[in-house]
């Protein structure tokens, strides 16, 4: 046997090695992998339970020398299961990543370089209330003065009026109220934000009813969560689950709830009728906080589309 069939003989026996290594202990991999992130717990999260899922798919399979040809498979198999195309893609990143490291250890071949993600839709995946919709909203939860009634008015309107997520009004502290240049704010733990840096301005029409619900509550303190359960007397403070069960629920309650209308309806709401009330796009993505001004102009297009449609247009 000469040289290069040696060679290549070793290199092939290394593959199998390599092959068997990684089948016997995908799971201790993935963990070595997501002790191995410099990323937030919530990321590490998010990555651990999308290559568990790969992991899992794997296995049902038998695949012992997964390929390239496996990874577009399990990519057809996302599809299949009908998941939203950003989940698909934050798993094929997950994917992505995590070969990059075992090829970067000398584990296993960088099998998924290049997979790419699904493209994104255009415009937005959840609706938007009409004026008259938040004023049914509004009006119906309002008729109640019950301390969960209060909770969910200021909460609901809160959301309405300033465009924050489920996670930043979750995040939110009693403390965070304040004032900066004349104006009533709230500091906020925004999205992929390590800290309260950012704020949104809380007009009369937004702080009043949040202060109704806190002096209805009492005892409030500083560091207590903004909103809470009151479910029990331990003073939880309410969770993105929790929030969007209760936005769910009195969407439900007046008839509006679709699955086109949720929790992060609000916050398409609080960018379109701002617009449409005459606001200025760059304090619109402000206060919704876009990093990309290419964000907040979907808005801008959605409404000039509806305004402006061609369709308006064609008489016969």
């Known amino acids: 046997m000469n040289n290069l069939a ?3 003989e070793s290199r092939k026996e290394a593959v199998e090695l390599e092959v068997l290594e990684l089948n016997n202990s995908l799971s201790k991999r993935v963990e070595q992998f997501i002790i191995s992130l410099d990323a937030k717990d919530t990321t590490k999260d998010a990555y651990k339970k999308a290559l568990r899922v790969f992991e899992a798919w794997i296995i049902a399979k038998g695949y012992n020398n997964p390929s390239r040809e496996t990874i577009l498979e399990y990519k057809q ?3 299949e ?3 939203s195309p950003l989940t698909i893609t934050a798993y094929l990143t997950a994917l992505r990543r995590f070969f990059i490291y075992l090829e970067g250890i000398k584990v296993y071949p960088n099998i998924a370089k290049d997979i790419k993600g699904l493209k994104r839709p255009r415009g937005f995946m959840k609706d938007a209330l009409t004026k008259d919709e938040v004023n049914v909203l509004l009006g119906a ?7 969960n009634s209060l909770r969910d008015y200021a909460l609901i309107n809160l959301m309405l009026r300033t465009g924050l997520r489920t996670i930043e009004v979750s995040r939110a502290l009693i403390g965070d109220i304040g004032r900066e240049n004349g104006e009533t704010i709230l500091r906020i733990w925004g999205k992929g934000r390590d800290s309260k840096d950012e704020l949104v301005i ?3 029409a937004a702080y009043k009813p949040l202060l109704e619900y806190l002096e209805a509550r009492q005892e409030t303190k500083t560091r207590e969560p903004l909103f809470i359960s009151h479910s029990n007397r331990s003073k ?6 929790s929030i969007r069960r209760i936005i769910a629920d009195r969407l439900k309650s007046v008839g509006l709830k679709t699955d086109r209308l949720t929790a992060h309806s609000l916050r398409h709401t609080a960018g379109t009728i701002a617009l449409s009330n005459g606001a200025d796009l760059i304090g619109v993505k402000d206060m919704l906080r876009h990093s990309n001004i290419n964000t907040t102009m979907i808005y801008t297009h ?3 589309r509806i305004t402006n449609g061609a369709e308006k247009f064609i008489s016969f």
């Open 81 to 83: 299961r009908s998941l």
């Open 302 to 304: 959605n409404l000039n």
């Open 236 to 241: 939880e403070t309410l969770t993105t689950r």
């Open 6 to 8: 040696v060679a290549l």
């Open 141 to 147: 939860i309002a008729e109640s003065k019950d301390l």
């Open 202 to 204: 809380l007009t009369l």
């Open 77 to 79: 198999y996302l599809q």
